[in-house]
């Protein structure tokens, strides 16, 4: 397996442009997450997805969108860059997104960020 | 609003000594607690995972343990090495969803 891969991984882009950061996954995971990791925050949950077909707002969801057509990916579109969202970009899945399941998140490499 | 602190933000020790991590939360409600390291420029590797129900586990040279009713976790490593300079950062899953509240994390430095 694979397990959780992201790309690319390193994006350098201007104020308004818009882009997508991919997340696939291998290991038929039903739940998957997007955070941002800042210097002296720790990470904060963007979207996260229940399901194919399922997505809601995590922690800071404004001037992202996702969507989970499949179960294996899970993109993170960015409608109009800016500077505010210059950061570390993760993706993470895990087997279930049931409570009573031994629910280990997994975590991808990450994607760098610059807004220029 | 549950929020998460570890001390200390830095920690510098000689190889072979034994630390202690800490990791604390304001909401005792967590279905389970997880501890992750991350190297410089890559992203989280899972160590270990405490359900609410557990005191503690251990794997190899770590041991974490949980206190649900005080909102404590802790991370012991024995036997220091300097390939455990890393970051390392705990993560609580909400009883209610999926959800995981981060630490900022502590950064630990292995001197040899």
């Known amino acids: 397996n694979a397990g959780v891969t992201q790309t690319p991984k390193f994006q350098v882009l201007k104020t308004g442009q818009s882009m997508t950061l991919q997340c696939a996954q291998d290991?038929?995971?039903?739940?998957m997450s997007w955070y941002r990791q800042d210097p002296g925050m720790g990470l904060r949950l963007i979207h996260y997805?229940?399901?194919?077909?399922?997505?809601d707002q995590g922690e800071v969801p404004n001037g992202y969108n996702v969507s989970r057509s499949t179960t294996e990916d899970f993109p993170l579109r960015l409608l109009s860059a800016a500077p505010s969202q210059t950061s570390v970009y993760f993706c993470?899945?895990?087997?279930?997104?049931?409570?009573?399941?031994?629910?280990?998140?997994?975590f991808g490499p990450g994607t760098r960020l610059t807004v220029l | 609003k549950q929020e998460v602190t570890q001390i200390p933000a830095a920690l510098s020790v000689p190889e072979g000594e034994n630390l202690v991590l800490n990791c604390s939360f304001t909401?005792?409600?967590?279905?389970?607690l997880q501890w992750f390291r991350q190297d410089p420029g890559k992203g989280l590797t899972s160590l270990l995972l405490?359900?609410?129900?557990?005191r503690e586990q251990t794997s190899g040279r770590l041991n974490a343990s949980l206190d649900k009713s005080s909102g404590r976790s802790t991370l012991y490593i024995a036997a220091s090495q300097p390939g455990d300079s890393a970051t390392y950062l705990c993560?609580?899953?909400?009883?209610?969803?999926?959800?995981?509240?981060f630490g900022a994390g502590t950064i630990l430095r292995v001197k040899s």
């Open positions: 993470a899945s895990s087997y279930s997104a049931a409570r009573e399941t031994f629910n280990e998140q997994f």
């Open positions: 290991m038929n995971h039903e739940y």
């Open positions: 997805s229940v399901g194919a077909g399922i997505t």
């Open positions: 909401d005792s409600a967590i279905y389970n």
């Open positions: 405490i359900q609410s129900s557990q």
């Open positions: 993560a609580v899953r909400l009883e209610y969803g999926n959800k995981l509240v």
